[in-house]
Every structure is written in C-alpha cells, then in structure tokens.
C-alpha cells in the first residue's frame, strides 16, 4: 500500500533523486539513487533554500529547473488500501458500496483520521467500528486527536 506520492527527480549530470510526500504534502522520505550529491547540489538544495520540503515546491521543479526532469508516482488510495488500512475486515461488499459514494478529499481524510481513530479506540478500550459505520457516520471528520 502505498500512501506517499513518489517524485523521481533526474538531473542534467546524471543523478537521481527520490523525493516521497505524505498524504498532507509534506517530505518523508528523500533519497540519491544514484551519484552523489556534488558541493554545488548540496549548495542549491540547502543553503540557497530549494530542498522541496513541501509536494507544492517539487511541483515548480520540471518550470523552474530545466536541467531537472520530474516524474510523478501516484499514491494508492483505492477501496483495498483503505480497506487494508483499517484493518477490521467485515461486511466488505457494504463497506466498499459506502466508500464509492466518497468524493477524493473525503477518501484522502479517511486515511489520514484512520491513526488517530486507532490511538483512541486503544485508550478507551472500544470496540472498531465496521468501516462502513465509519464512512457512513463520517467518524473520518471528528478530531481524534482531541478525543484522546
């Protein structure tokens, strides 16, 4: 499952680079593939303030940069990455007939709440609700974070 978006940056000298954003735009994980970072990479990426901390940033990279080529992989919010994310596996048919009634922003808020919903259930020592109930009763827009 795979919840981040993937920019794969190739540079005119023949680096690569790895950049992964999580479901909020923010940098998780960046990576060299291949080469090295050279003094003048090092030197525009961070003291010259380009290090793409946020998805929105590494989106401008392909119109500021032309000597950088920018590839998109795309996050995986399907019924079955939520479904596995949630993992309480009853009444599948019900809860992806209620998943397909979400609009986008509302899917992408089901993953993000998912966490913090857990932390609570396990505080409270509540049962988990059918993910069905937890689409339908829109738990996905209460503050967990709150809650706790």
Not at 32 to 37: A, K, S, T
Not at 86 to 97: S, T
């Amino acid at each position: 499952m795979n919840l981040t978006t993937t920019y794969t940056v190739k540079m005119q000298n023949g680096s690569v680079w790895v950049f992964k954003y999580n479901l909020n735009g923010i940098l998780v994980y960046f990576d060299v593939l291949e080469g090295e970072l050279s003094q003048n990479q090092q030197d525009f990426l961070y003291p010259q303030g380009n290090f793409p901390w946020k998805e929105l940033q590494i989106k401008e990279w392909s119109k500021r940069f032309k000597t950088a080529i920018v590839e998109v992989g795309e996050r995986d919010i399907s019924f079955e990455a939520l479904w596995n994310l949630y993992n309480h596996k009853v009444k599948k048919f019900e809860c992806e007939k209620a998943f397909k009634k979400l609009k986008e922003q509302e899917v992408i808020l089901c993953f993000l709440s998912i966490p913090g919903y857990n932390k609570y259930l396990q505080k409270k020592g509540t049962a988990k609700a059918h993910l069905s109930s937890y689409i339908n009763q829109r738990y996905f827009e209460d503050d967990w974070s709150k809650a706790i």
